[in-house]
């Protein structure tokens, strides 16, 4: 596989469930970024890695929890969501922090 | 607060026109600009990055950069209805920041 996979492609969840969306890159990249995109909004950036250290933490609620094990995958751990939650979430990476992106596919969410 | 501002559109084009698309970013420090092309109900895709000022061409797209004016725009010539999409202008400064997206210009292509 190349470039940047996202998993699920679709989620619908109850607010009292927990899930987890994955992310994975084989362009050899040393950041990865989860971001939100709402209809109306610009991209809203949730989480940075750096060579697998959380550099950012863009003021998300704690409902939302990232882990990156190693400089290839990412996670956002999902739990007690609220319907305003529903969105498209993405993941993308780059070479270095701030660098040209490559994004996945991304997750549609819906909280029911 | 960085910004980036785009009006939301839709810009509506026949084909083979030329399509501009404009961008404002807030940030004096900015050094890097990228032009992202998102289909409805995909995610965004790069199609031009530009960090001097002047006109970088690509093809149908040529990236122009003001940084004077903080202006940013996206030439698409002989606009074709494929073209029709969501494009994303984004900005980050030096020091390896994360990017700064804009909402995005929806342009509509009419055959």
């Known amino acids: 596989e190349t470039g940047v996979t996202q998993t699920p492609r679709h989620l619908v969840m109850g607010m009292t469930n927990k899930k987890s969306l994955k992310c994975e890159q084989h362009l050899g990249h040393n950041a990865m970024y989860w971001y939100k995109q709402s209809a109306k909004k610009p991209l809203e950036l949730m989480f940075v890695y750096n060579f697998k250290e959380q550099t950012e933490n863009n003021s998300v609620p704690s409902r939302f929890s990232p882990e990156c094990p190693n400089s290839s995958h990412l996670f956002l751990h999902l739990h007690t969501l609220q319907p305003e939650d529903s969105a498209l979430y993405l993941c993308?990476?780059?070479?270095?922090?701030?660098?040209?992106?490559?994004f996945g596919s991304g997750t549609r969410l819906t909280v029911v | 607060q960085k910004e980036v501002e785009q009006n939301s559109g839709p810009l509506s084009v026949p084909e083979g026109a030329i399509a501009s698309l404009n961008c404002t970013y807030s940030?004096?420090?900015?050094?890097?600009f990228f032009w992202y092309r998102q289909y409805s109900g995909k995610s965004p895709e790069l199609i031009m990055s530009i960090y001097s000022n002047g006109d970088k061409e690509d093809g149908r797209f040529t990236a122009q950069l003001n940084k004077a004016s903080q202006y940013v725009s996206l030439l698409i010539r002989d606009s074709q209805p494929s073209d029709s999409a969501t494009y994303l202008c984004?900005?980050?400064?030096?020091?390896?920041?994360?990017?700064?997206f804009g909402k995005g210009t929806m342009l509509l292509v009419s055959p």
């Open positions: 993308a990476s780059s070479q270095e922090k701030g660098g040209r992106y490559t």
């Open positions: 940030d004096r420090g900015s050094q890097s």
């Open positions: 984004a900005a980050s400064n030096s020091g390896y920041s994360t990017l700064t």
